[in-house]
């Protein structure tokens, strides 16, 4: 079974596709299972009950609710949870998003130069290494500088950060075994049950040494050529 890990519908304000449309999309590219994570912000509490009641009616695509929400900047995902938890206290927050079912995650530390404020840190089960954004990590693999994030406790995830079709990648969670429910994928990821993969290469939740430098090398790269076509974009555009 394949999971789409952090994707967005048409709930949030950037989002360009509807609930049924990016289960359509997610399903046309081998993925069995959406993790939804519209942006807090632009919910409340009577929408994101409809996201959920929308996802319920989708059958053709597992589709899970959930939201990402911004703690003084910084993204935090709820992934697997279908009821609205507005507590400002990020810690009291986790905790309501774990008895709700679901779990926390720390969304594309890369943006913040995968420097954390060490309470959000402390209130995330996982940490998004590898977030296939152009901008982020892109689709190749792991970022070995999310990994220091993960401490004693924390598990790795990837993801897509989908708004848009534009955004899609083949990058995703493979789970051992077909879950029918929310709860069954939350259970595979907390018992660290899948591997990550771009469809191509596939990466265990510890990377090996090898796997390690090579990572470290490429993305030491990527990081100066993706900063170099930044300058230029803004370059042309005057």
């Not at 632009?42 to 319920?56: G, I, P, W, Y």
Request: aromatic share 8%.
């Amino acid at each position: 079974m394949k999971l789409m890990i952090h994707a967005h519908t048409t709930f949030s304000a950037d989002g360009e596709l509807k609930p049924t449309e990016l289960a359509q999309v997610a399903r046309q590219r081998g993925f069995d299972a959406v993790l939804v994570s519209d942006h807090f912000e632009s919910l409340r509490q009577d929408t994101f009950h409809r996201l959920v009641t929308e996802c319920e009616q989708i059958d053709d695509c597992l589709m899970i609710p959930g939201y990402e929400r911004s703690f003084r900047g910084y993204h935090v995902l709820a992934l697997g949870v279908d009821r609205w938890i507005s507590d400002k206290n990020i810690q009291t927050w986790s905790d309501k998003v774990r008895i709700a079912g679901g779990i926390t995650a720390i969304a594309h530390p890369s943006r913040y130069n995968h420097v954390i404020p060490s309470d959000i840190l402390e209130a995330c089960d996982a940490v998004e290494v590898w977030n296939s954004k152009f901008f982020y990590d892109g689709e190749v693999g792991p970022n070995p500088r999310a990994y220091p994030l993960l401490g004693a406790h924390r598990y790795p995830l990837c993801s897509q950060d989908l708004h848009g079709t534009r955004h899609g990648s083949p990058v995703g969670v493979r789970l051992p075994r077909m879950c029918t429910t929310g709860s069954d994928v939350i259970a595979c990821l907390k018992e660290g049950d899948y591997q990550m993969t771009n469809g191509f290469l596939t990466y265990e939740r510890d990377l090996s040494r090898v796997s390690t430098g090579l990572l470290d090398v490429f993305h030491r790269s990527r990081r100066h050529a993706v900063k170099s076509a930044v300058e230029l974009r803004r370059w042309m555009k005057g």
